[in-house]
């Protein structure tokens, strides 16, 4: 929770957010578990290069989309920036990279592949990664493809996220 009450938002809407996901974790004692149903919070990254011109994916296999990597945080994650990372690790294969334990954005959405129980709504913390755009990336289970994007020419299914895109290159280049 220290890192959602420490952090400053940057706009009224993400103000708003933050105080939503600490009222959950505050009404929710397993509010960061994948069972707390029907809200729980998850943490992902996003990954730009280091001259913030490409951003690297994961075509989604259950959710057939492109998205940002991220998930579930699980017991062992000491902080949504360590969920935020292992994520990363399990879902890109990189190992070589610089994480910003800052988040960049909060954000809410349904899911409605996550529970056999209904909709569920990921509370998502999400921060952001730079990397080197080379093949050191790699196709997970959970995923079709991994791919380097260059940031104007992103999938037409990511443009929901093109946002998410111009905080994150925004921040990388400071």
């Known amino acids: 929770m220290r890192t959602l009450t420490g952090w400053t938002p940057p706009s009224p809407g993400q103000r708003a957010l933050r105080d939503r996901f600490v009222a959950h974790l505050d009404a929710h004692p397993d509010g960061l578990a ?9 943490a992902g990254a996003i990954v730009v290069s280091p001259q913030a011109d490409a951003v690297l994916l994961n075509h989604h296999r259950k959710a057939d989309a492109w998205l940002a990597f991220g998930g579930h945080l699980e017991p062992g994650d000491a902080s949504l920036a360590d969920g935020a990372r292992r994520e990363l690790v399990e879902e890109s294969g990189l190992t070589a990279f610089a994480f910003d334990p800052e988040p960049l954005c909060l954000d809410a959405h349904a899911v409605e592949f996550c529970s ?22 790699a196709t997970s289970e959970e995923s079709l493809d991994v791919r380097w994007w260059p940031v104007d020419a992103l999938p037409a299914t990511f443009e929901d996220m093109y946002a998410l895109v111009e905080a994150a290159v925004a921040r990388v280049r400071g």
């Open 34 to 42: 994948k069972a707390c149903f029907p809200d729980h919070l998850t």
């Open 116 to 137: 056999d129980r209904g909709t569920v709504h990921h509370l998502d913390v999400r921060f952001v990664a730079v990397a080197e755009p080379d093949d050191s990336h």
